[in-house]
Every structure is written in C-alpha cells, then in structure tokens.
C-alpha cells in the first residue's frame, strides 16, 4: 500500500518549521519590557486626562505591584 504522503518531504518541512521556531526571537519578557517603556514614556510625556494608553499603563501597574503592596 502506497502513502500519499512523502515522510521525506514532511519530515524535512517539519526541521525547517522547528529551525524557524527556533531563530524566531519573540520572548515574551522582551515584548513585556517594550510595551511597558512605551507607555512609560507615553504616560511621562505630558498630561493626560486618562487616555487609553494612560489607562492600560494604570492597570499594568496595578497588577505589576499588587504582589509587593
Ligand atoms: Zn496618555
């Protein structure tokens, strides 16, 4: 019985699926890290009256420092 699929092809898609996984640089801390410099420097940058930005900074904060308070 012949398979449709070719193991040789799959199994080398599946390597070049698992290298690109492995060379994509996307860690959760530094996507953290930018977004929260952002809105630093979005929130330092003037006055706000609670803008959306404002707002989600506010409430990262809250749960950022709710372990030490
Ligand atoms: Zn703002």
């Not at 930018?34 to 409430?59: D, F, I, N, P």
């Amino acid at each position: 019985m012949e398979s449709l699929h070719q193991p040789q092809m799959s199994e080398a898609v599946s390597a070049q699926e698992s290298a690109f996984r492995y060379t994509e640089p996307a860690p959760h801390d530094e996507v953290m890290m930018e977004q929260l410099e952002y809105l630093l420097l979005h929130s330092r940058s003037g006055r706000h009256k609670w803008c959306a930005e404002c707002t989600r900074l506010e409430k990262i904060s809250r749960h950022l420092l709710a372990p030490f308070c």
